[in-house]
């Protein structure tokens, strides 16, 4: 498509070096922007992906990055990005955004998807304003600006912080780093928090896609104890960001303190390599990751995440209601219920439709 001699295509393999290049060096991208994401799902859950690259002069200058969800006949719209906070455009500015949200619009009548959500903050242009509404997330980002050195950000802690970091390792708990032979053992650890939960958990397979296809730009964390792990987080480096998507500990060992100990070595990791802040991920407002998060010096930023502004289309979700709370308490408790190697059979199947 041209419009303002931009040119809007889908990207192609022979895209991956430049397309990161402009992610990389782009002051609101993400890690999840990087073409490492698109890979880990296209090989963990087959999910068709729709990358949007626009050109000026044969030089990038925005991407829209789109992955189709689709069950029949429950689900079929496109998401930037799902399993993720953000994702949506990054440009050079609002014109070349308007451009590809535009593309978008006729990419979901192509492929007679019912939705397209866009998960990032968006400059207000006519596209935007007419045809898309914000939805109310009722969750905030949790960012932390860092210092120059690791020093630096230990002194910014309160006492009481330091010390429960000092005490997990007076516990005797090791942070390490990990590899792809450690995945079963981090895997086991993840998938047996997610179950006590009540929650389903994502595959092996495309937590092992991640750290494959990010390469030198996934980090993988554990926390030992006496051999065992009993505490696991990735993070994803990007230009400036760092973003830790998962991590768990095992709950019967959480007095040792694992889980301070292994933020405590990632943010260590992201001051001394210069990046500029950690994302924390979303929470809400007052609760416990919220506060978890907080006291670490992270400040919320609003979540916005955005979907098309389609009057016939009603929302079935009720997340956000005493009925759709009520309904997501009694999944849980039955899911909790379920022998854990059961669900790790079963859950995969069923999180890879959600986006969440």
């Known amino acids: 498509m041209n419009d303002y001699s931009i040119n809007i295509r889908l990207a192609e393999e022979s895209d991956r070096q430049r397309w990161d290049e402009f992610v990389l060096s782009h002051p609101n991208a993400s890690p999840y922007h990087l073409l490492a994401w698109k890979k880990a799902i296209e090989t963990g859950y087959k999910h068709k992906c729709h990358y949007l690259i626009a050109e000026k002069h044969n030089k990038i200058v925005g991407i829209l990055p789109l ?121 086991h650890v993840f998938s047996k928090n997610m179950h006590e939960l009540g929650s389903p958990v994502h595959s092996k397979l495309f937590l092992k896609a991640v750290l494959e296809n990010y390469g030198n730009r996934a980090k993988l964390g554990l926390a030992t104890f006496e051999g065992r792990i009993i505490g696991m987080g990735i993070i994803l480096l990007g230009g400036k960001c760092v973003s830790i998507p998962w991590a768990s500990t095992l709950r019967e060992y959480n007095r040792l303190g694992p889980n301070m100990l292994l933020y405590w070595n990632f943010l260590k990791y992201s001051a001394d390599n210069r990046f500029a802040y950690f994302d924390f991920g979303r929470s809400t407002e007052g609760e416990g990751t919220y506060k978890f998060k907080k006291q670490w010096g992270a400040k919320p930023i609003p979540l916005v995440w955005y979907e098309l502004n389609d009057n016939d289309r009603k929302r079935k979700d009720k997340i956000n209601t005493g009925e759709g709370i009520d309904k997501r308490e009694l999944a849980a408790e039955l899911w909790r219920k379920m022998p854990l190697k059961l669900a790790n059979i079963i859950g995969p199947h069923i999180r890879k439709y959600i986006s969440l």
């Open 67 to 187: 992955v189709q969800l689709r069950l029949f006949p429950f689900i079929n719209e496109m998401v930037a990005l799902p399993f993720c906070d953000v994702g949506s455009c990054i440009s050079v500015d609002a014109q070349i955004e308007d451009s590809l949200c535009k593309e978008a619009i006729q990419l979901n009548i192509i492929k007679k998807t019912k939705n397209i959500q866009l998960r990032g903050d968006l400059a207000p242009t006519e596209t935007i304003q007419s045809q898309f509404k914000a939805i109310d997330t009722d969750k905030v980002r949790m960012f932390l600006n860092l210092p120059s050195s690791p020093e630096e950000l230990l002194a910014s802690f309160k006492s009481k912080l330091r010390s429960q970091v000092r005490k997990a390792e007076k516990n005797g708990v090791v942070f390490e780093w990990g590899g792809l032979e450690d995945i079963d053992g981090a895997y």
